[in-house]
T-cell receptor, first 114, second 109 residues
Framework: ETGVTQTPRHLVMGMTNKKSLKCEQH?????MYWYKQSAKKPLELMFV???????ENNSVPSRFSPECPNSSHLFLHLHTLQPEDSALYLC?????????????FGDGTRLSIL | EDQVTQSPEALRLQEGESSSLNCSYT??????LFWYRQDPGKGPEFLFT???AGEEKEKERLKATLTKKESFLHITAPKPEDSATYLC??????????FGTGTRLQVFP
């Protein structure tokens, strides 16, 4: 395993469902990030974790709940989502935070809300 | 407010036809400007980091340059495999990466 791995790659859920996105990094990094990528919009930073502690919450609605049990794993728990939450959710990691080295991204989870 | 604007939004090139992508930015205390490549269905792949005006970096057919207001990604003699969306991002005093909306490049044989 190399780099940043995200599962599942695709997820379709109803507005009342509860699901979780998983991210695992094999780079030995200490900081992990969740981003949202919508069509025609720039990547939006959602959360930052550094050494398992949340250091940034970019005014994200409470229906998104992150969890970071250790420096290698990051989860995004989803509940009662809205249609506008349909997007590509990207996980990234960097050696430290603030990042003095580039962030490395996973291939994302494509989320569709029915 | 930190901001990044990329142009053009889309670019179609014939194989071998060199061109440049632009990334204009405003940021408080530039700490780094980053270029990423994103293929369909994939996450962004890191290409370059530039830290100060005048700096240049090269990788194969790509060359990135930086001034105090903008960065260019020059593509020399592109090939179809260079087709992708190219993203620019800046990091300033807030330490957050601020991304542009990207330039979608298509190179035709």
């Amino acid at each position: 395993e190399t780099g940043v791995t995200q599962t599942p790659r695709h997820l379709v859920m109803g507005m009342t469902n509860k699901k979780s996105l998983k991210c695992e990094q094999h780079l030995g990094h200490n900081a992990m990030y969740w981003y949202k990528q919508s069509a025609k919009k720039p990547l939006e930073l959602m959360f930052v974790y550094n050494f398992k502690e949340q250091t940034e919450n970019n005014s994200v609605p409470s229906r998104f709940s992150p969890e970071c049990p250790n420096s290698s794993h990051l989860f995004l728990h989803l509940h009662t989502l809205q249609p506008e939450d349909s997007a590509l959710y990207l996980c990234a990691s960097s050696q430290d935070y603030p990042p003095h080295q580039p962030q490395h991204f996973g291939d994302g989870t494509r989320l569709s809300i029915l | 407010e930190d901001q990044v604007t990329q142009s053009p939004e889309a670019l179609r090139l014939q194989e071998g036809e060199s061109s440049s992508l632009n990334c204009s930015y405003t940021v408080s205390g530039l700490r780094g400007l980053f270029w990423y490549r994103q293929d369909p269905g994939k996450g962004p792949e890191f290409l370059f980091t530039l830290y100060s005006a005048g700096e240049e970096k090269e990788k194969e057919r790509l060359k990135a340059t930086l001034t105090k207001k903008e960065s260019f990604l020059h593509i020399t003699a592109p090939k179809p495999e260079d087709s992708a969306t190219y993203l620019c991002a800046v990091q300033g005093n807030t330490d957050k990466l601020i991304f542009g909306t990207g330039t979608r490049l298509q190179v035709f044989p």
